[in-house]
């Protein structure tokens, strides 16, 4: 498995802009299909995006599509979300998964490597 480190969380107004980063530690992260997943208070953790392993398919939840962006560089152990146009029920604790198995389209909490997770809160 890998170790996944999530960064970039804080307080943004809504229609402003945040970007999250995910460093993940282990060798064969370049092999991982990678997401992300928040949770709300009081809510159940909710798939929002993915990307497969080479980075060529990304799919979204469609509560975030056309706003939230995924990607990922390999070569630094890295994946991103960037998050255009919040919301203030996008506020929510966010985490970084990843897993080598799970399919990318359908990525379920089942996901093997996840994060600690980082906040977002988003003030209207």
């Known amino acids: 498995q890998v170790r996944l480190v999530e960064s970039g969380g804080g307080s943004v107004q809504a229609g402003g802009s945040l970007r999250l980063s995910c460093a993940a530690s282990g060798r064969t992260f370049s092999r991982y299909n990678m997401g992300w997943f928040r949770q709300a208070p009081g809510k159940e953790r909710q798939w929002i995006a993915s990307?497969?392993?080479?980075?060529?398919?990304?799919y979204y939840a469609d509560s975030v599509k056309g706003r939230f962006t995924i990607s990922r560089d390999n070569a630094k152990n890295m994946v991103y979300l960037q998050m255009n146009s919040v919301e203030p029920e996008d506020t929510a604790i966010y985490y970084c998964a990843g897993d080598m198995q799970i399919p990318v389209s359908t990525m379920t909490s089942a996901v093997g490597s996840w994060g600690q997770g980082t906040q977002v809160t988003v003030s209207s």
């Open positions: 990307i497969s392993w080479t980075g060529g398919s990304a």
